[in-house]
């Protein structure tokens, strides 16, 4: 069995911030539950770079003997065999929700957005104010061509074996999608699974003027080229 190592980059400062952070919790639990050839973590604090520059670092021969699971610190996870649920998996990405099929032609790139109803697939709850609500996308377990970046699991050993790595001209908003569209190019298997986690963004990043602005060089990137342009 594999390791599995998580990765979180925050922006809090001190150890004292970040136990303020969803994340702290869980990795608490997981820490306390397994052993350390079956789960680690590593955290990134004060962080000022982009996602997938952190994230490409732990995509190297030390860790081919790992599954790295890179997560969001605004999230619980709430599975309590997750070490031998990734490691069951058949792919080499694994996530939580995401779609079977894309349109790189829409005006707002979001996986979720791109997609027909039918090609959406997985599960993630949310919570506001103390409620908790899950938003059910489709089947819970299957392949998928694109997925939410909010859990990646990566079989390391698997993904080196193709040029498949993060874009680092995307920092944060759209490292997910250009990461998966990187892993369709090199026919990289991506697919979810039902692993609970509690998540507290909603998506609403989507209504500043970052997020616009990397929607726009993300269709420069990836969807003029599909057009052709």
């Known amino acids: 069995m594999k390791q599995v190592l998580l990765v979180t980059a925050t922006k809090a400062k001190t150890e004292e911030e970040f136990q303020k952070r969803p994340i702290y919790k869980s990795l608490k639990k997981y820490y306390d539950f397994y052993t350390r050839k079956e789960f680690d973590f590593d955290v990134?604090?004060?962080?000022?770079?982009?996602?997938?520059t952190v994230y490409n670092r732990y995509i190297t021969d030390e860790n081919s003997d790992k599954i790295v699971l890179f997560v969001h610190d605004d999230l619980i996870l709430d599975t309590l065999f997750l070490v031998e649920h990734l490691n069951k998996s058949h792919y080499t990405v694994?996530?939580?929700?995401?779609?079977?099929?894309?349109?790189?032609?829409?005006?707002?790139?979001?996986?979720?957005?791109?997609?027909?109803?039918?090609?959406?697939?997985?599960?993630?709850?949310?919570?506001?104010?103390?409620k908790i609500w899950s938003t059910v996308?489709?089947?819970t377990t299957g392949a998928v061509t694109v997925m939410d970046g909010l859990f990646f699991a990566v079989n390391v050993e698997r993904i080196l074996t193709?040029?498949?790595?993060?874009?680092?001209?995307?920092?944060?908003?759209?490292y997910d999608l250009a990461f998966c569209l990187e892993c369709q190019k090199h026919n990289v298997s991506m697919g979810v699974l039902p692993i609970n986690v509690i998540h507290f963004g909603l998506g609403d990043s989507m209504l500043t003027n970052n997020w616009e602005e990397?929607?726009?060089?993300?269709k420069e990137v990836y969807c003029n080229k599909a057009k052709g342009v």
Do not use: Y
Not at 214 to 218: D, M, R, T
């Open 137 to 139: 996308f489709g089947d």
């Open 214 to 218: 990397s929607n726009k060089k993300f």
């Open 94 to 130: 694994t996530g939580l929700a995401g779609s079977t099929v894309i349109s790189l032609q829409e005006d707002k790139c979001a996986w979720h957005l791109m997609s027909k109803r039918e090609h959406l697939r997985g599960e993630v709850k949310h919570i506001k104010d103390g």
């Open 44 to 52: 990134v604090r004060d962080n000022k770079e982009g996602l997938s």
């Open 162 to 174: 193709t040029p498949a790595r993060f874009n680092e001209e995307f920092a944060f908003h759209h």
